[in-house]
């Protein structure tokens, strides 16, 4: 018995480790919680790759908003089709542009050269992105993109300073300002600071949240949360497109040894018997 339960337990601890592995994500550069509490911290993005309606929001909004800069040329349009339960002539008819084919690797028609003149960097391929920066990095710094006069596109990102993409997604977010708020002060013991004489909450002014002026855009700010976050589960789909079918399958495999290993311990058993 002591075998089996060695063998039930390098299981557990294999299986542990495998998802400690997949953690990680670098840090957000100025993002300021919507509390003000935490800065540099990422907001954290529930990514799902079982739940095709997400996904399928987020490649309409790949498609129209992102694939003019980004290419995602490690994968074929066919392929992502079929992952996502797109009808192939649905995808067809309202996904692609030019005259790509379902079978062609997803590019873009757009020079890196120019690219690189127009925004001071080229775009980069983002097939992988999630899997470098992590799906928390990836859904932030969607999220963080504020007008800054200085810069030569008129706008600036929180997560990743002084970035050379526009904010492609003006349109739906709204006008995103950094702003200034009065926020309780609080104390080195974690508690609020009170006036000791009036016992009224004592604040102070903390600048660089966020804040999109109210009506500028197509969602409100919890739909375009929610939007990113469609848009960040795709990429992160985009990284590991065989994930769903490869835990399927490790579901089944270990199932399948570990009946194997009770049965090989019950025949064990019936041998042991014959030899006394
Ligand atoms: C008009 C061109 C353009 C469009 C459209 C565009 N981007 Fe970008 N994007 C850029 C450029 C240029 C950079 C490189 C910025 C830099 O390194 O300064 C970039 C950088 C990024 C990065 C950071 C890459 C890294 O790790 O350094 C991410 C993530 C990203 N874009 C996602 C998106 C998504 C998602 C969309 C669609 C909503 C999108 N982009 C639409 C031009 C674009």
């Known amino acids: 018995m002591r075998n089996i339960s ?27 919680s919507e509390d003000g509490l935490t800065k540099g911290e990422c907001d954290k993005a529930y990514v799902d790759a079982t739940d095709k309606s997400s996904l399928q929001r987020g490649a309409q909004i790949y498609m129209n908003y992102c694939l003019g800069c980004h290419s995602l040329k490690y994968a074929r349009y066919k392929k992502v089709s079929e992952d996502l339960e797109i009808p192939l002539d649905m995808f067809e008819d309202n996904l692609i542009f030019g005259d790509q084919k379902m079978g062609d690797l997803i590019q873009v028609g757009m020079d890196p050269k ?66 200034c708020r009065q926020v309780p002060f609080v104390a080195d013991n974690g508690g609020i600071r009170q006036d000791p004489l009036t016992g009224e909450r004592l604040t102070q002014e903390q600048c660089g949240f966020l804040e999109v002026e109210a009506g500028t855009g197509e969602l409100n700010p919890e739909e375009f949360d ?11 789909y985009m990284t590991d497109p065989m994930k769903t079918e490869r835990e399927s399958i490790g579901t089944y495999t270990l199932l399948y040894l570990f009946i194997f290993t009770m049965l090989s311990y019950l025949l064990y058993r019936e041998f042991k018997k014959d030899l006394h």
């Not at 039930?8 to 100025?30: H, P, Q, T």
């Not at 999220?143 to 050379?164: A, H, M, Q, T």
Request: proline residues 6%; glycine residues 10%.
């Open 6 to 32: 060695l063998i039930i337990g390098i299981f557990a601890v294999s299986l542990i480790a495998s998802n400690m592995s997949a953690a990680g994500g670098a840090a957000c550069g100025n993002y300021l």
């Open 114 to 179: 120019e690219a690189k003149e127009w925004f001071g960097n080229t775009p980069p391929d983002l097939t992988l992105e999630a899997g470098l920066r992590g799906p928390d990095w990836v859904y932030t710094y969607l999220k963080s993109f504020y007008i800054d006069e200085s810069r030569p596109l008129g706008v600036n990102n929180k997560v990743y300073e002084n970035v050379g993409m526009p904010h492609v997604l003006v349109d739906l977010q709204g006008t995103p300002q950094s702003v």
């Open 226 to 236: 929610e939007a990113m976050l469609d848009l960040t589960n795709f990429l992160a």
